[in-house]
């Protein structure tokens, strides 16, 4: 997706977590890289503080960090936490790549309960696939999450530049300075935070998977002072001081080791799960490496227990390795751990990240955009002002700066659209850019693929699924005796002069073998299952559904009509004959309430006895899909052998808002139609 501010360097790094503010400048020379500021200031995290209060405080908190600072810069590089922002990765199929983001948009539509206006998205191509295709990671955040966390930066009178994720920026840091390392092989990334636990993996030196978990430091320090009753403040400097990762030994351990490992024994188990989901992703694997980071990672034994819960090695990352710092940042070497968030929202601002996603609200960025067009509007006006103002011989002799400045203008309008510049002519009427006939262009190219959109979304709305019929027929059958169904497949029974329910050029003919439905209905067979786009039908299921507008009927019924399907042809095995005039039975008098309010029941049953043969047990095995293959199985059964009986029943649904009264035939055993 475009980027307003690409390129621009000179940023304000706020890493504004849920116990402290953090502030961080990286700067860049031949020898590498250079921490050139560095200030972290804490505030109380108890989780019991009213929302208001715990505002203050980190308000407070960053007053101090701008003010130690002492920088003017304006535009701000603020994180999200992750786990207020949804990511997926996906394997998009081989499509030019400037439709990457019209499918991205689709994708996040599918997945978020939000319009698009709702919401703050991007996205990052990662790399192609074998078959051509795109592997791409897109995240999306609701914007009103976003704003809350902007409401931090308007006593400080800021402009937020780029909204990074706090996971990302940190996966981004670590991939630069080589912490994965370059095997290939499946790493995670364990980000133990104040309020949460990050996860984020990578394999085959590739960004594969991030998910956010409720259990942090915090939580070891609100059990701490659940525990001992004590205030969290004393706690959480106790479990700074004192406290460790239990060792397996109870009398060192002591009450306190108890406590820490019942809450790591729920942070581990929360990992193992994260991971075993990886695993059936498509393109996940196996982890066998571990990497903490956090300032969870300052816990004592923290690598040992780990290494011993999760069978794989376990270390502390380096996010200063090789990294330069100077005297004013030299507070980052107290916790390194903590500053990888930082440091990673703070790389941005020297060199390109691999993740390089930016959450900013709609708003701004249509603020931003207005903004410069009125900047190049205005350069146009003006080139236009001083050309007329040219054209004047005396003022053309005397003025050469206007004419310098003359220059200087279309210079600047070149860059914006360089035919505009060359179509200007002195006394001429403002020539029209071509930039306006390329937009009434693409809008037209969207229109068009709003009307293919439309159309989707009404086959979308008018699908009609099986599941309520599937579990009608399943509820029919006996409760003792065991029916098998092969195969199920729709048809559509057609009422006489019901000429829009067959499709062009085709009539309505009962199948051969089964009897004629009462009341003189034909059948079609064959998957006839999607909706009508016109014709009664539509004003059936409409009617049927909670109704939808005449309008939109009036306008579908101008579509060509579709038949649609109203009921099914089983074929299956009977354990006994008892057991299929059973199942028979049941379809008659069995009725199911559906969601909304209407009830399911079946106003129709074709059963003919010329479709029961007698078979051997065996042939559940391989199962015959067509109940075509049956008819020699008479001569296969041995005598005296145990068999089954097939047959084919075709039942016709309807729907109604009453429950129907249950009427069986007077004669039901002697097969046929009822």
């Not at 890493?15 to 402290?20: E, L």
């Not at 069995?590 to 010329?610: D, I």
Request: charged residues 25%; aromatic residues 6%; glycine residues 8%.
């Amino acid at each position: 997706m475009a980027r307003l501010w690409s390129g621009q360097k000179k940023r304000l790094v706020l890493d504004i977590g849920a116990s402290a503010v953090r502030l961080c400048e990286v700067s860049k020379t031949k020898a590498g890289y250079v921490v050139t500021k560095y200030i972290q200031r804490e505030y109380d995290s108890d989780p019991s503080l009213e929302g208001a209060q715990r505002n203050d405080l980190c308000t407070a908190a960053i007053r101090e960090v701008l003010k130690e600072a002492k920088s003017r810069t304006s535009k701000v590089i603020l994180g999200v936490p992750g786990q207020s922002v949804f990511t997926r990765c996906r394997a998009l199929p081989p499509v030019p790549e400037f439709k990457v983001s019209q499918i991205v948009r689709y994708e996040i539509q599918q997945q978020i309960p939000f319009g698009l206006d709702q919401i703050a998205m991007d996205y990052q191509v990662l790399g192609q696939t074998e078959q051509g295709g795109f592997d791409v990671m897109m995240a999306a955040i609701k914007v009103d999450v976003v704003e809350k966390h902007l409401e931090a930066l308007k006593p400080f009178k800021k402009n937020v530049a780029t909204v990074d994720v706090l996971p990302l920026a940190a996966y981004n840091w670590l991939k630069h300075q080589h912490q994965f390392g370059d095997q290939g092989d499946c790493v995670a990334m364990i980000d133990l935070g104040a309020a949460t636990t990050d996860i984020v993996i990578e394999r085959g030196n590739q960004f594969r998977f991030t998910r956010p978990l409720n259990i942090g430091g915090n939580t070891i320090t609100q059990a701490l002072a659940e525990a001992f009753n004590m205030d969290f403040i004393s706690a959480e400097r106790i479990k700074r001081e004192r406290c460790f990762a239990p060792t397996g030994d109870p009398q060192r351990d002591g009450k306190a080791g108890e406590v820490v490992g019942q809450v790591l024994q729920r942070l581990c188990n929360e990992i193992v799960r994260s991971f075993s989901y990886f695993r059936s992703l498509p393109g996940g694997g196996q982890v066998n490496r571990l990497i903490l980071t956090g300032g969870g990672a300052r816990l004592k034994n923290i690598v040992p227990y780990l290494h011993n819960q999760m069978g794989m090695e376990v270390k502390i990352v380096q996010p200063l390795l090789n990294v330069q710092v100077k005297p004013e940042a030299e507070s980052i070497q107290k916790c390194p751990e903590q500053s990888v968030v930082a440091l990673g929202m703070a790389l941005r601002c020297v060199d390109a990240v691999t993740l390089d996603i930016n959450l900013i609200p709609p708003r701004i960025l249509e603020a931003a955009r207005r903004k410069e067009q009125a900047f190049y509007w205005g350069l146009s006006v003006c080139a236009l002002v001083l050309i007329f103002a040219s054209i004047v011989p005396a003022a053309a002799n005397q003025n050469k700066l206007v004419k310098e400045r003359i220059e200087e203008l279309k210079r600047g309008i070149r860059l914006y659209d360089p035919e505009l510049v060359q179509r200007i002519r002195p006394g001429g009427t403002a020539p029209q850019s071509e930039l306006n006939l390329k937009l009434n262009f693409r809008k037209q190219h969207l229109d068009t693929l709003q009307g293919h959109v439309r159309t989707l979304d009404r086959a979308r709305r008018q699908r009609r699924f099986w599941l309520d019929e599937m579990v009608f027929l399943n509820e029919a059958r006996p409760t003792l005796g065991k029916i098998w169904f092969s195969s199920m497949e729709t048809t559509r029974f057609v009422e006489e002069g019901d000429k829009e329910g067959l499709q062009p050029g085709r009539k309505g003919s009962a199948r051969v073998g089964v009897p004629a439905m009462a009341g003189g209905g034909q059948r079609t067979t064959g998957f006839v299952g999607i909706e009508s786009l016109g014709g009664p039908a539509v004003r059936a299921a409409a009617a049927q559904r909670g109704g939808r507008g005449g309008d939109e009927v009036k306008e579908e019924e101008n579509k060509t009509a579709v038949p649609s399907a109203n009921g099914m042809i089983i074929h299956g095995y009977a354990e006994s004959d008892k057991t299929l005039y059973e199942f028979l039975d049941g379809l008659r008098i069995t009725s199911r309430q559906l969601p909304n309010g209407w009830f399911l029941s079946a106003e129709e049953v074709a059963f003919s006895e010329a479709s029961v043969h007698r078979v051997p047990w065996n042939v559940l095995y391989d199962a015959s899909t067509t109940g075509s293959t049956v008819a020699k199985g008479d001569a296969t059964v041995p005598a005296g052998s145990p068999a089954l009986y097939t047959f084919t029943v075709e039942v016709k649904f309807r729907r109604t808002q009453e429950r129907p009264v249950p009427v069986l035939p007077q004669d039901a055993a002697a097969g046929g139609t009822v």
